[in-house]
T-cell receptor, first 113, second 113 residues
Framework: DAGVIQSPRHEVTEMGQEVTLRCKPISGHNSLFWYRQTMMRGLELLIY????????DSGMPEDRFSAKMPNASFSTLKIQPSEPRDSAVYFC???????????FGDGTRLSIL | GQQVMQIPQYQHVQEGEDFTTYCNSSTTLSNIQWYKQRPGGHPVFLIQ?????EVKKQKRLTFQFGEAKKNSSLHITATQTTDVGTYFC?????????????FGKGTLLTVNP
């Protein structure tokens, strides 16, 4: 079975540019999570969806960040405009139910110059 | 808000030595999950503990959930180089309809062959 698929694996761009990260959850999983990982702050939950509906976006840093889940098999995390402090590894994870173990994708390593 | 603390932050051992990481929550947890992240990799689910005082084993790994369901530990017997990585505990926010998994900062284990 395919796991959680994220793209791109790496992204290097200049500040001010729009960045879009993509995620395909495991088929049949109802919950999808976006995390950001940095050395300083560890693994932070940004937002999560249940049955394609955003449930908690309190972790989204600011209005420059937005996330969508138009259908059960696709989600995007967008940063516009990007800033150097957004540099981090962004993980997408999915689970069969909201309180079940989460399966992580390989992550997107984002560098904003 | 709920906090999940892990100690130690780092642990370096000689191959064959034992290793233990501890997880403490500021609130009672309905369950606790453990994940392992290899360097450059993504978090991988190891186990979930639900019952007070529960102990589970996976080969050389022993997981324990405290009687008060506010702390947990992971013990590795006779470490091997393949055990290298960061071990995270994660606990859900208790109560309410808004489920949110809070990760500890993790314990980075390095093993000297």
């Amino acid at each position: 079975d395919a796991g959680v698929i994220q793209s791109p694996r790496h992204e290097v761009t200049e500040m001010g540019q729009e960045v879009t990260l993509r995620c395909k959850p495991i088929s049949g999983h109802n919950s999808l999570f976006w995390y950001r990982q940095t050395m300083m702050r560890g693994l932070e939950l940004l937002i999560y969806f249940n049955n394609n509906v955003p449930i908690d976006d309190s972790g989204m840093p600011e209005d420059r960040f937005s996330a969508k889940m138009p259908n059960a098999s696709f989600s995007t995390l967008k940063i516009q405009p990007s800033e150097p402090r957004d540099s981090a590894v962004y993980f997408c994870a999915s689970s069969s139910k909201i309180d079940q173990p989460q399966h992580f994708g390989d992550g997107t390593r984002l560098s904003i110059l | 808000g709920q906090q999940v603390m892990q100690i130690p932050q780092y642990q370096h051992v000689q191959e064959g030595e034992d290793f233990t990481t501890y997880c403490n929550s500021s609130t009672t947890l309905s369950n606790i999950q453990w994940y392992k992240q290899r360097p450059g990799g993504h978090p991988v689910f190891l186990i979930q503990l639900v019952k007070s005082g529960e102990v589970k084993k996976q080969k050389r790994l022993t997981f324990q959930f405290g009687e008060a369901k506010k702390n947990s530990s992971l013990h590795i017997t006779a470490t091997q180089t393949t055990d290298v990585g960061t071990y995270f505990c994660a606990g859900p926010r208790s109560g309410g309809s808004n489920y949110k998994l809070t990760f500890g900062k993790g314990t980075l284990l390095t093993v000297n062959p």
